[in-house]
């Protein structure tokens, strides 16, 4: 076997392994889990990302009220590559909800992201990162954004700086057939009118940023598209649905990796929304690129 054949053969087990690991967990977080509705599905996800988190580092709980009832946002700090933490250099927040909405076992929404986030503290933890990074499964999400509004809020009021903000919100969506890919007005002039990519969605400082992990990511085969949101997404509010959205409003550099949701997907916020509507294969390449999309920041 040739040193080339051979490195292909070890890249298409990693990329096997990859794969078997987010189905793995998709597996475990797949299931009803409203906060409130579904307590038993909720309480057992927090609980496998917690135990997950813990394999690479100690993990610390953000948490906030709503409703009377305390709420939990899950964190797993990892150093950079020389060693530094999140106190000595701004860290790159990369978060995903866990949260469903009801009735719904949310497989793409966000199942997928949680997954993803899972594997990343995995491949980034064996081989750290320019800036130190610091991992966070948001509740709340589908409530309004809650936990990721007063994670950011705490941010502010403890004046902690950050390279980038990444929320990772349904990643596991494709599909080749013409016409799948809606868009909000004026944007189906200048963007495929078919579902197979992976979206970018920036506010204007991650302008480098959307297009070096654009870059990254179609280097590993997946099509990647970006769109750079001014104004904070007030002009397209579709740029708005999910936890990057209170970054935005309170000054830091933050972008949305997405699949488009409700703009592509059927199943969106129903009950088919379910492990078998999703193309794995997508998935494990959106994760992979974003791996290698993260060191290079």
């Known amino acids: 076997m040739t040193g080339n054949s051979l490195s292909h053969s070890n890249e298409l087990g990693e990329l096997d392994d990859l794969k078997a690991r987010l189905q793995a967990h998709l597996q475990e977080v797949v299931?009803?889990?409203?906060?409130?509705?579904?307590t038993a599905g909720?309480?057992?996800?927090?609980?496998?990302?917690?135990?997950?988190?813990?394999?690479?580092?100690?993990?610390?709980?953000?948490?906030?009220?709503?409703?009377?009832?305390?709420?939990?946002?899950?964190?797993?700090?990892?150093?950079?590559?020389?060693g530094q933490t999140a106190a000595q250099?701004?860290?790159?927040?990369?978060?995903?909800?866990?949260?469903?909405?009801?009735?719904?076992?949310?497989?793409?929404?966000?199942?997928?992201?949680?997954?993803?986030?899972?594997?990343?503290?995995?491949?980034?933890?064996?081989?750290?990162?320019?800036h130190p990074l610091r991992l966070v499964a948001f509740d709340l999400e589908e409530y309004g954004l809650l936990g990721s509004q007063g994670y950011a809020d705490f941010l502010r009021e403890q004046q902690q700086s950050l390279r980038l903000m990444l929320s990772l919100e349904m990643l596991g969506y494709c599909t080749t057939a013409p016409g799948s890919q809606r868009y909000p007005t004026g944007l189906q002039y200048f963007y495929p009118n078919c579902g197979n990519f992976i979206a970018l969605v920036g506010n204007l400082p991650t302008l480098p940023d959307l297009i070096g992990l654009s870059r990254r990511?179609?280097?590993?085969?997946v099509p990647c598209q970006w769109l750079p949101a001014g104004q904070k997404g007030q002009l397209v509010p579709a740029t708005r649905a999910s936890d990057h959205a209170p970054f935005w409003d309170r000054?830091?550099?933050?972008?949305?990796?997405?699949?488009?949701?409700?703009?592509?997907?059927?199943?969106?916020?129903?009950?088919?929304?379910?492990?078998?509507?999703?193309?794995?294969?997508?998935?494990?390449g959106v994760c992979r690129g974003l791996a290698q999309g993260i060191r290079y920041l």
């Open 31 to 38: 299931r009803e889990r409203d906060p409130y509705l579904a």
């Open 42 to 82: 909720h309480f057992y996800v927090q609980q496998y990302i917690r135990q997950q988190f813990e394999r690479w580092g100690a993990v610390e709980v953000h948490e906030f009220e709503v409703r009377g009832k305390r709420h939990q946002n899950l964190i797993l700090n990892l150093p950079s590559s020389s």
């Open 89 to 130: 250099k701004p860290p790159i927040l990369i978060g995903a909800h866990y949260d469903a909405v009801p009735g719904s076992p949310g497989a793409d929404d966000n199942a997928t992201g949680v997954a993803a986030l899972l594997e990343l503290a995995r491949l980034l933890s064996a081989e750290p990162t320019k």
């Open 217 to 221: 990511i179609r280097q590993v085969g």
């Open 251 to 284: 000054g830091y550099r933050a972008l949305m990796v997405t699949d488009t949701a409700y703009l592509r997907n059927p199943h969106y916020h129903k009950a088919s929304d379910r492990l078998e509507t999703l193309d794995l294969d997508f998935l494990t």
